[in-house]
């Protein structure tokens, strides 16, 4: 059964730092590319970021570059996205989801180009 569970989420100050975790079972998180997405309340999704498989290229959304990075390890076969210099425009339920093959460059933040998603982790940056 193929599953993704994100973590990490919580309650952080403007200017502080989560680590969101996506860890994958059922499935080799190596041979998918990997999107994070967030959706605050009456917003749309949106796309955070992206690690491609198999080259390991990265994307990020404009308004979280150089303050955002994602990462993969494969041993954990989990996915991180390390998130600093948080602000409250940052609040949202942030997603990971899953497809198997290697998107163009322009379609990586496209939510229904992924096939699996997870539940969601609550961000909130507040002071």
């Known amino acids: 059964q193929v599953q993704l569970v994100e973590s990490g989420g919580g309650l952080v100050q403007p200017g502080g730092s989560l680590r969101l975790s996506c860890a994958a079972s059922g499935f080799t998180l190596d041979d998918y590319t990997i999107g994070w997405f967030r959706q605050a309340p009456g917003k749309e999704r949106e796309g955070v970021s992206c690690?491609?498989?198999?080259?390991?290229?990265?994307y990020y959304a404009d308004s979280v570059k150089g303050r955002f990075t994602i990462s993969r390890d494969n041993a954990e076969n989990t996915v991180y996205l390390q998130m600093n210099s948080l602000k409250p425009e940052d609040t949202a339920v942030y997603v990971c989801?899953?497809?198997?093959?290697?998107?163009?460059?322009?379609?990586?933040?496209?939510?229904?180009?992924?096939?699996?998603w997870g539940q969601g982790t609550q961000v909130t940056v507040s002071s």
């Open positions: 690690i491609s498989s198999p080259d390991g290229q990265t």
């Open positions: 989801a899953a497809v198997r093959k290697r998107l163009r460059p322009w379609r990586w933040a496209t939510s229904y180009e992924y096939n699996y």
